[in-house]
């Protein structure tokens, strides 16, 4: 069973940048698919991006030219950069790791969740 433990959200205006963090422990990292989900108050969880263990990626067309997702290996740390952020980016962030080769949009997919991060974009 993979644990993966987010950090580095919190409270920014709107045009401002964040980092999240998602280290991961108990598997064998470099072979996973990571992605980023969150969830808005009121609405489903969504897909924001995901990356595949050749560095490959795919975002939410909300995201794309914003956000960029990447991996460590040698740290089993995947990072979610957040820039250009407006309120509606506003949501719990998770990170999930996926044991096949391919990336999915949908969470069923993947395998084991973090406990969550919040982000807050004020206007």
């Known amino acids: 069973q993979v644990q993966l433990v987010e950090s580095g959200g919190g409270l920014v205006q709107a045009g401002g940048s964040l980092r999240l963090s998602c280290a991961a422990s108990?598997?064998?990292?470099?072979?996973?698919?990571m992605a980023w989900f969150r969830r808005a108050p009121g609405n489903e969880r969504e897909f924001v991006a995901g990356?595949?263990?050749?560095?490959?990626?795919l975002s939410a067309d909300s995201v794309k030219g914003r956000f960029t997702i990447s991996r460590d290996n040698a740290k089993n740390t995947v990072y979610l950069q957040m820039t250009s952020l407006k309120p509606e980016d506003t949501a719990v962030y998770y990170c999930?790791?996926?044991?096949?080769?391919?990336?999915?949009?949908?969470?069923?997919?993947?395998?084991?969740w973090g406990q969550g991060t919040q982000v807050t974009v004020s206007s």
């Open positions: 990356i595949d263990r050749s560095g490959r990626t």
């Open positions: 999930a790791v996926r044991r096949f080769a391919n990336i999915v949009v949908q969470s069923s997919g993947f395998d084991s």
């Open positions: 108990g598997g064998t990292f470099s072979s996973y698919v």
